[in-house]
């Protein structure tokens, strides 16, 4: 037994609370190492009367280790525990401070979770987990009033550069809600509706107000709506990292210098405000001159910003808010962001932008989710690329699991391009079959799925400009096979809780293999899906319940016995089946 190799500590994803009585605890060993594990637990005050073994379970892996988990309903909201690790017939007891051979007598050397206050239960909006996101950029979604159309527009459908303009709007959107409702979605992102230089909006110029080129906030509300009326929710982007070169406060600093009252809501290094060799004087994102760092840390930039927050809640009933380049902000303005937000609306949504592990976002006083960047880099380097074969993507996935609680992991916003990166299709070379099995993992894990507008059609586009072109209505240049694989997905997954809220596990994902097969567990819902994304046939065979298995959906005929599925696969074959009793 390599001891070393075993860790816990009473907080983040190793023990925290699930809901308002459940208590759920994770243990990490060597992979492969331990037998069984058990949490030895109870209530501190009658610990003799209280006190159980509780078996854990596997509950995920990666490339080193092991994850093991259990939950815990404790009578008095608070619980006193250890470990009881085994390997065969080698038994060792994990207290907070040492391992040792004998039980340990009492509790005062165990770990504790003191109490399961309410408060500080981490509690994601429930509806997040039954949505399905549909990522919009507005300027280039549809043009449904040529009168609002910036100067020098474009002709629809031309091609994108990083300056141009098409004329893209709210009423496009309102127009084409019958396109989403016929999808199936039930949720859309947008990315920033406020007035600004660019296309696409980024350089907030007016947090309370809707871009002229857009329309107003008379147009917003009635698109938010509209969108209520359909089951469809909306969610807005915030830039609340920097601003944009015209915001009013800024220019004022560029104009006064040092004598300007906002002075201190930026990070100024140096004045006069200027460029020296490619490096801003005041700090920014990313360098762009154009778009200078906010200072989150001023009572009255985090008080304006704050208000922003409320606002478009309040006044126009929008569902959440993404954030953009949300790790370079300090935590205490998230702390506050997240107090005004779900005082505004306790179901608001609170999604972050970032692009790696996000822990220390995810305790339940910031944000409700991340964009799952991870996921997305381990779907495309399976499914897509071929960098990874199917235990390194299995161990890929088991490590993002284990980093998050799983209330975080449930309402995670699963998406594999956006307008950050090249276009699905394109990643993918232009090969649809890869492009369907990514989507097709997408859409039955753990987490929220998002589809980039267009996808659902086939289009394609490099890195920006390219992946920012305009949304595809010419009826003769849609696929529409693609856009039913994509409306048949969505209703499996609307009809199916257990690809929504079931636990996941690997049934098969060996080393240099190139097909995976996993299950979708709750209470006595089952789900099997198989996936071989290798361009000749494979054969599946996974003991399963003893149970008749229905067809749900798949690329070729698939057959199950009970109790055994013994499938050959076609090339980028795939198959999600149902066990029925």
Request: some cysteine; hydrophobic content about 40%.
């Amino acid at each position: 037994m390599l001891l070393e190799a075993v860790y816990h500590r009473p907080r983040l994803n190793w023990s925290y609370a699930y809901n308002d009585s459940t208590i759920h605890l994770r243990l990490r060993a060597k992979k492969g190492d331990l037998t069984e594990v058990f949490a030895f637990a109870g209530d501190k005050y009658t610990w003799d009367t209280t006190k159980e073994l509780i078996p854990m379970t596997l509950f995920t892996s990666d490339a080193m280790f092991d994850y093991w988990e259990c939950a815990s309903v404790p009578i008095y909201r608070r619980l006193k525990y250890g470990f009881l690790l085994q390997k065969d017939n080698e038994k060792v007891w994990m207290t907070e401070n040492d391992f040792q051979t004998n039980r340990p007598e009492n509790p005062n050397k165990l770990f504790e979770f003191p109490f399961i206050n309410p408060v500080d239960v981490f509690t994601p909006p429930a509806w997040v987990k039954d949505a399905v996101f549909y990522q919009i950029f507005p300027e280039r979604f549809a043009n449904g009033d040529p009168s609002l159309d910036p100067k020098d527009v474009q002709p629809w459908g031309a091609e994108p550069t990083p300056t141009n303009f098409f004329g893209g709007d709210l009423q496009g959107v309102i127009d084409h809600l019958d396109h989403l409702n016929e999808l199936g979605i039930n949720a859309i992102y947008f990315t920033p509706l406020f007035t600004a230089t660019t296309n696409h909006k980024y350089d907030t110029e007016d947090y309370m107000k809707v871009d002229p080129h857009f329309g107003d906030i008379a147009t917003l509300k009635k698109l938010v709506d509209l969108c209520h009326k359909r089951g469809i929710r909306v969610l807005l982007d915030a830039v609340f990292n920097h601003s944009g070169g015209t915001f009013a406060p800024f220019l004022d600093v560029q104009e006064k210098g040092e004598d300007s009252i906002y002075k201190d809501w930026f990070h100024i290094r140096e004045f006069p405000l200027q460029v020296v060799n490619g490096i801003p004087t005041y700090d920014t994102f990313a360098f762009e001159p154009h778009m200078p760092k906010l200072n989150t840390e001023h009572p009255e930039v985090k008080e304006y910003l704050l208000k922003v927050a409320e606002f478009w809640i309040t006044e126009v009933g929008i569902d959440g808010w993404r954030l953009d380049v949300a790790n370079e902000v300090d935590h205490d303005f998230w702390r506050e962001f997240r107090k005004v937000v779900k005082r505004a609306n306790p179901e608001a949504y609170i999604l972050g932008e970032i692009w790696h592990e996000s822990a220390p976002w995810l305790e339940g006083d910031k944000f409700d989710a991340v964009m799952n960047y991870p996921f997305t880099d381990a779907v495309l380097d399976f499914f897509v690329h071929g960098n990874l074969d199917a235990e390194g993507f299995a161990n890929s996935i088991g490590r993002q699991l284990s980093r998050y609680p799983l209330q975080a992991s449930e309402v995670a916003f699963n998406l594999l391009d956006s307008h950050d990166t090249p276009r699905l299709l394109t990643l993918a070379a232009g090969d649809k079959n890869k492009m369907r099995l990514a989507a097709l993992f997408q859409f039955t894990f753990m987490g929220t799925p998002c589809i980039y507008y267009g996808d659902e059609f086939g289009m394609d586009g490099e890195g920006d400009p390219g992946c920012r072109k305009c949304m595809e209505w010419n009826p003769e240049k849609q696929d529409r096979d693609l856009f039913e694989f994509y409306r048949q997905l969505i209703q499996i997954r609307n009809e199916q809780p257990a690809l929504r809220t079931g636990t996941f596990t690997f049934l098969e994902a060996g080393r240099q293999g190139s097909k995976i097969a996993y299950e979708r567990r709750l209470d006595l819902e089952t789900i099997v899906v198989l996936i071989n994304s290798e361009e000749t046939a494979q054969t599946f065979r996974i003991d399963v319940d003893e149970r008749n298995w229905e067809n749900l959906f798949t690329a070729d005929t698939v057959r199950a016995e009970r109790g055994k599925l013994n499938v050959k696969m076609p090339a980028y074959g795939f198959a999600i089946l149902k066990a029925i009793n």
